[in-house]
């Protein structure tokens, strides 16, 4: 959950963001060495009036700022592909659950189970209970396994959304008419929130994502009751 003035990410939930999260501050790094370097270079040349007369024509210093720039890319896009092929990844999943987006709600359909499916709506502030976030929480949360591979299938009924969870690591456009896919590995136990992100119209704001991540025994014994109460 994020939190007042954090400036980093939220704590990963799931192996691939712990992969982002390794990329980022991977490439973060590269970026400080050249912004050092560059600022370094510009001081040296406003505070100096000496001049190299071999640094005016010089091969070696252009093959090396030829190179070198070629190869810091090459060190960035490398772990850039593994990550986006590892998000891409689907492989035996142990839960599938349809995510469709509304003009402002979201509906979840488990469709390994017969009739369990519902509606997501945000709790509004005049009914939160201490302890709950305004404009994050819903009435009916996405309960899911812990440490089991979940596939989410993201469409819309209406216009554009997007179903994200920054915790996850997992961002998905809903579109009308098409089925997109992603999936996941929750590695602990948790709630973790998420919003729309896709602009959809005056009330995107209000329809957030709440994912609550259950040991395998409860997630058992929650879609029983469900499906008993339904």
Request: aromatic fraction near 10%; charge should be negative.
């Amino acid at each position: 959950m994020a939190h007042p003035s954090q400036l980093g990410f939220q704590d990963a939930a799931s192996p691939v963001m712990e992969e982002l999260l390794h990329f980022h501050d991977h490439a973060l790094m590269i970026v400080f060495l050249i912004s050092t370097l560059v600022l370094y270079i510009i001081i040296a040349m406003v505070s100096t009036k000496l001049t190299n007369k071999y640094i005016l024509d010089s091969q070696e210093i252009e093959i090396v700022w030829t190179i070198l720039p070629a190869v810091i890319l090459i060190l960035i896009a490398l772990p850039s592909l593994r990550i986006l092929y590892l998000m891409d990844e689907i492989n035996d999943p142990h839960l599938t659950i349809k995510a469709i987006g509304h003009q402002w709600y979201w509906s979840y359909e488990y469709t390994d189970y017969k009739n369990l499916g519902f509606d997501s709506y945000m709790v509004p502030t005049q009914y939160l209970t201490p302890g709950q976030f305004r404009l994050l929480e819903t009435d009916t949360r996405m309960v899911i396994p812990m440490e089991s591979p979940v596939r989410i299938l993201v469409t819309a009924e209406d216009v554009l959304h997007s179903w994200a969870v920054p915790a996850l690591g997992v961002k998905m456009d809903a579109v009308p008419g098409r089925l997109n896919q992603t999936a996941f590995i929750s590695s602990r136990p948790g709630v973790f929130y998420g919003q729309c992100s896709e602009i959809c119209g005056a009330n995107h704001s209000f329809m957030p994502i709440v994912v609550e991540s259950v040991p395998l025994k409860n997630f058992e014994s929650w879609s029983s009751l469900t499906l008993h109460l339904a």
